[in-house]
Nanobody, 124 residues
Framework: QVQLVESGGGLVQTGASLRLSCAAS????????LAWFRQAPGKERDFVAG????????AYADSVKGRFTISRDNAKNTVYLQMNSLKSDDTAVYYC?????????????????WGQGTQVTVSS
């Protein structure tokens, strides 16, 4: 069982930066594939970024490539999402997810463990 707790969301203006954090309670954190998803009101939950276990391979949605960076600190059991050049379209609840897998997982049904979400609002 893995518990995930996100933090770092907030209200920012267009062009600003935010860093989201997701702390996990797991003794085998390094073996988990991790990802960030987001869900805007009335829309489906979409993949944003993912990072594999061990090798740390990454994948990004086209809409955030070049602006967002996912990283992990296995010593701190934490995964991060650095978000730069934020746009109003980035407004959503952001969720982190974890799965015991060695590959990058990019689909919602590929994850068993989810955090409660953190709100990111970008105002123009």
């Amino acid at each position: 069982q893995v518990q995930l707790v996100e933090s770092g969301g907030g209200l920012v203006q267009t062009g600003a930066s935010l860093r989201l954090s997701c702390a996990a309670s797991s003794r085998t954190f390094s073996s988990y594939s991790l990802a960030w998803f987001r869900q805007a009101p009335g829309k489906e939950r979409d993949f944003v970024a993912g990072i594999s276990s061990f090798a740390g391979r990454t994948a990004y949605a086209d809409s955030v490539k070049g602006r967002f960076t996912i990283s992990r600190d296995n010593a701190k059991n934490t995964v991060y999402l650095q978000m730069n050049s934020l746009k109003s379209d980035d407004t959503a609840v952001y969720y982190c997810a974890a799965e015991d897998s060695i590959v990058v997982v990019t689909t919602t049904n590929g994850f068993h463990y989810w955090g409660q979400g953190t709100q990111v609002t970008v105002s123009s």
